[in-house]
């Protein structure tokens, strides 16, 4: 077969880029910006940004979005042959998530030595058994451009915060006392 016939595989940088461009939309409603897409046989089957603030809800992370409209799309639990992208390494809930949905690979961003559950911390998706799944992992992929876009949010979020404090303390030394 000649090789212009073949689809060329268009990698997990790619991929990543399009993880990215979920945390700019986290970023853009305030959320902490990480984002998540799902890809099977070479197609994006489901893509999804940290909600957690919007939904109000704790376990509304990038990952675990995307896992639940992705297993719709498939039409099962099982996300057999599918790969995971997420900028930065699930922790603890999102990798018992997707340990159970039994993804054939993650990829990720930034390593998280403190509470990554994907061998930073600790490693559930490798824990086979108990789990009865191992999902192969990559790590460091566009890892730079996944840190500057959670540095520059927090660094915002500090800057606005201390402004918040400045007017408070104008506001309260214009009180005759
Ligand atoms: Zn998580």
Not at 54 to 68: G, N, S
Request: proline content about 6%; overall charge negative; glycine content about 6%.
């Amino acid at each position: 077969m000649s090789e212009e016939f073949m689809i060329e595989p268009k990698g997990d940088e790619f991929y990543m880029q399009l993880a990215l461009r979920e945390a700019v939309k986290a970023a853009e409603a305030g959320e902490v910006p990480i984002g998540a897409v799902i890809v099977k046989d070479e197609r994006v089957i489901a893509r999804s940004w940290n909600q957690v603030e919007t939904l109000k809800d704790a376990t509304a992370h990038a990952e675990m979005l995307a896992l639940t409209s992705a297993q719709s799309v498939v039409g099962d639990w099982r996300l057999e042959g599918c790969t995971v992208y997420v900028t930065k390494e699930p922790c603890p809930m999102c990798a018992g998530a997707l340990v159970h949905c039994r993804p054939d690979r993650v990829v990720f961003g930034i390593p998280d030595p403190k509470g990554g559950a994907a061998g930073g911390w600790i490693n559930l998706l490798d824990s086979n058994p108990p789990l009865n799944h191992k999902c192969e992992m990559t790590s460091g992929v566009l890892q730079e451009e996944c840190l500057a876009i959670l540095q520059h949010f927090f660094r915002e979020a500090r800057a606005k915060k201390k402004a918040e404090k400045e007017a408070r303390k104008q506001e309260s030394s214009k009180d005759p006392s």
